[in-house]
């Protein structure tokens, strides 16, 4: 950005950026436990879930959506339920103004990226985020988390758990070991693959192939 205007919160999460439009997402609903209420397989086309999860002090977790069950649910590596904290985010509605006065901020596309008439009180903030591509490699010896701040909530709509007879877990891999390097939330795939010369082989993999986002809800 050569000119324009970016205002970050107290956390660091971008409240203006006159480049993006961070006005679109806000929860209609949120809750905790282990299954997430409404979520059938055309989920991932109409409305997105998130997840926020910290396991106790000196300890990680990797956690999948099982879409086996309606509703889905959120499950361990063993597939054992987990409960965890969840929000459903939609966009905002779009709506005319009335008022006459407020300020505005245009992106260099003329989307509003800041519109004082837009209610975002409880919405998403992001915070960090990854386009498709981005990773490659092992997820925790070649590369950081997606976020270093465990708090954060990521977006799960392309997790997907496998049961044993089944070869792929994706999801994330939610890291409260103070003694890391990095410790935070990293992007998490597991593979059980046949390879013809040396039989079975585990891979534990990026599998950026969509983009990546953390984000904090409510006021921060």
């Given at each position: 950005?050569?000119?324009?205007?970016?205002?970050f919160g107290?956390v660091?999460n971008i409240?203006i950026d006159s480049d993006r439009?961070?006005?679109?997402l806000?929860i209609?609903?949120s809750?905790?436990?282990?299954?997430i209420p409404g979520t059938?397989?055309?989920?991932?086309?109409?409305k997105l879930?998130?997840?926020n999860?910290?396991?106790s002090?000196?300890?990680?977790?990797p956690?999948f959506?099982?879409?086996?069950t309606?509703?889905?649910t959120?499950?361990?590596?063993?597939?054992i339920?987990?409960?965890v904290d969840w929000?459903?985010?939609?966009?905002?509605?779009?709506?005319?103004?009335t008022?006459?006065?407020g300020v505005?901020?245009f992106n260099?596309?003329?989307?509003?990226?800041?519109?004082?008439?837009?209610?975002?009180?409880d919405?998403?903030s992001?915070t960090?985020?990854?386009l498709?591509g981005?990773?490659?490699?092992?997820?925790?010896?070649d590369?950081?988390?997606?976020?270093t701040?465990?708090t954060d909530?990521?977006?799960m709509?392309?997790?997907?758990?496998?049961?044993a007879?089944e070869t792929?877990k994706?999801?994330y891999?939610?890291?409260?070991?103070?003694?890391?390097?990095l410790e935070?939330?990293?992007h998490?795939?597991y593979?059980?693959?046949?390879n013809?010369?040396?039989?079975l082989?585990?891979?534990?993999y990026?599998?950026?192939?969509?983009?990546?986002?953390s984000?904090?809800?409510?006021?921060v």
């Open positions: 950005m050569t000119y324009g205007i970016k205002i107290g660091d409240q439009s961070n006005i679109g806000r209609i609903d809750g905790t436990g282990s299954t059938v397989a055309s989920t991932f086309f109409d879930i998130a997840i999860y910290i396991p002090s000196g300890n990680q977790n956690l959506f099982n879409k086996a309606t509703p889905w959120v499950v361990n590596f063993g597939g339920s987990t409960p929000v459903i985010l939609d966009t905002f509605p779009t709506t005319a103004s008022s006459g006065y505005q901020v260099a596309d003329g989307d509003v990226c800041f519109d004082t008439e837009v209610l975002q009180n919405g998403a992001f960090d985020f990854a498709l981005t990773f490659s490699g092992n997820p925790i010896e590369l950081g988390p997606l976020t701040d465990p909530y990521v977006i709509n392309h997790s997907t758990w496998g049961s007879g792929i994706i999801g891999l939610f890291d409260n070991v103070p003694t890391n390097t935070g939330i990293y998490y795939a593979n059980v693959r046949y013809p010369r040396n039989g082989s585990t891979e534990r990026w599998t950026n192939f969509v983009n990546l986002f984000f904090k809800i409510g006021s």
